[in-house]
Structure formats: C-alpha cells, structure tokens
C-alpha cells in the first residue's frame, strides 16, 4: 500500500484528547498531528516513540501532518489509522494478493448484511461460493 504522500519520520511527545498528538521532526520543528485512532494505543504512544507522519496541504484539514505508524525497534511497523486496514485489504483483494480468495472476481466492500448490519468485502466469482469477509 502507498500513502498518498510520502511519509516524515518524527519522534512522539505526547499523545493527548484522543485524536492529537504532538511531535518533533527529524530536522527539529515540533508539530502537531492529527492521530485517526480513538483506541487507548497501549505500547504504542510511549514518548519518545519512532512515528511516521504523512503531510497534509489541504486547506479544508486543520492539521498539516497525519499520524500513520509506529516504527518498533526491532524494524517492524505498527498501523495507527484504523481506516487503513480495510484500504490495505481492499487494495490486497483487488490485486489478487490474498492467495485463497484470489479467484473472485469481484469486490465489494460495505455491503449490508442481515438488518442493521454489513459487512467489511463480500467478493463474488463465477463458480465460487459468495465469500464474506
């Protein structure tokens, strides 16, 4: 999955009313970030904490930077956004990349299901059984 913009690594001061977070870039400025998670991100906003952050122009958003990952020491990422997993799988899906259901041939995501419910991909196929997911 690519970001719309290329991400700024930053290190987290602080994390606070649930949706903000306050950062330093590598060159020195502190910013502010709009962190897309209202979860309590336990281990993950530990000041100090190695974060990418993607830029922001758009005029209609009050902050310039997106809070998008947690980089562990060990090299690994953690995602913060939690609307990117179903844009990943989405994209993953549609790219054929997950090997057992790379036979559908369609996906469609936010289908409703039941009453008063959806959900997330229902992928469909000739010959193959619907597959919810």
């Known amino acids: 999955m690519r970001f ?16 903000l977070a306050d ?18 991100m336990m281990g993950l906003a530990e000041p100090g904490t ?5 830029p922001n122009d758009d ?10 990952l947690v980089e562990h020491p060990d090299g690994h990422f953690t995602g913060v956004d939690t609307a990117l997993p179903n844009r990943v799988l989405k ?8 090997a057992p259901l790379a036979g559908y041939s369609l ?6 299901y039941g009453t008063g ?3 997330d ?10 597959a919810f997911v």
């Open 4 to 19: 719309q913009t290329e991400l700024v690594p930053a290190r987290l001061i602080r994390r606070y009313k649930r949706f």
């Open 23 to 40: 950062c330093v870039l590598d060159d020195g400025r502190e910013v502010v970030a709009h962190c897309a998670n209202p979860g309590s």
């Open 50 to 54: 190695r974060i990418w952050l993607e």
């Open 59 to 68: 005029p209609r958003k009050k902050l310039d930077y997106g809070w998008r």
């Open 91 to 98: 994209a993953a899906l549609m790219a054929r990349a997950v």
């Open 107 to 112: 996906v469609r995501p936010e289908v409703n």
């Open 117 to 119: 419910s959806r959900i």
């Open 121 to 130: 991909f229902l992928l469909t196929g000739d010959g193959q059984p619907d």
